[in-house]
């Protein structure tokens, strides 16, 4: 079965730094998103991507945050100055081939911000 | 706002007793419907889903779930359970996005122990 991957699988970063989560999607695939999960809460949407661009974000994902598609595979989410409670684990997901609901998940990134 | 409920967060039982995690959703319209489960340091990985059809929807690993619209519910179930279904079960409803795509709304998940 295709796999969506992610990399790094820990991330540890100083408060104020930039990191870039990395995900390999399904290529054929049509939708793309990102969510997280703070530890011990529920897992939460952050942005949804189609055709190369963003087609709905969440409240969580302000003028911090962005996505990148930039070669046709990697699908990367930046965070431009990284606060404490950014430190999350971080999901990409891919929609089906025929289907857009997110449905396959990477085993996630989990980033730490001291 | 769509939400979903899930009343037990954790739930013990024996292995090769039955196990059903409840979930409750609210949403508007025809759900499109799911169960995820997390092992330890794992990412989500997708046991079921219901968009529409038959309300008894089988998935992987041995589990199925039942769509009941009267009761805003969508159970998960399965008949014996073995001790490598110890992990973290999370029920998701999708809002449809006016951009396309679709949003999952999580609820707060169950933790399965299992006894041997």
């Known amino acids: 079965e295709p796999e969506v991957t992610q990399t790094p699988s820990h991330q540890v970063t100083q408060m104020g730094q930039e990191v870039i989560l990395r995900c390999v999607p399904i290529?054929?695939?049509?939708?793309f998103y990102w969510y997280r999960q703070i530890l011990g809460q529920k897992v939460e949407f952050l942005v949804s991507?189609?055709?190369?661009?963003?087609?709905?974000k969440s409240e969580i994902f302000d003028d911090q945050f962005s996505v990148e598609r930039p070669d046709g595979s990697n699908f990367t989410l930046k965070i431009r100055s990284t606060k404490l409670e950014d430190s999350a684990m971080y999901f990409c997901a891919n929609g089906g081939e025929t289907v857009n609901p997110p449905l396959h998940f990477g085993n996630g990134t989990r980033l730490t911000v001291t | 706002a769509q939400s979903v409920t899930q009343p037990d967060i954790h739930i013990t039982v024996s292995e090769g007793a039955s196990l059903e995690l409840r979930c409750n959703y609210s949403y508007g319209a025809t759900p499109y419907l799911f169960w995820y489960v997390q092992s330890p340091g794992q990412g989500l990985q997708l046991l079921l889903k219901y968009f529409s059809g038959d309300t008894l929807v089988q998935g992987i690993k041995g589990f199925e779930a039942e769509f009941k619209r009267s009761q805003s519910s969508f159970n998960l179930r399965k008949p014996s359970v073995h001790w490598s279904d110890a992990a973290e079960y999370f029920c998701a409803v999708a809002l449809i996005l006016t951009g396309g795509g679709n949003k999952l709304t999580f609820g707060t998940g169950t933790q399965l122990k299992v006894e041997l």
């Open positions: 290529s054929n695939h049509l939708y």
């Open positions: 991507f189609y055709n190369n661009e963003i087609s709905e």
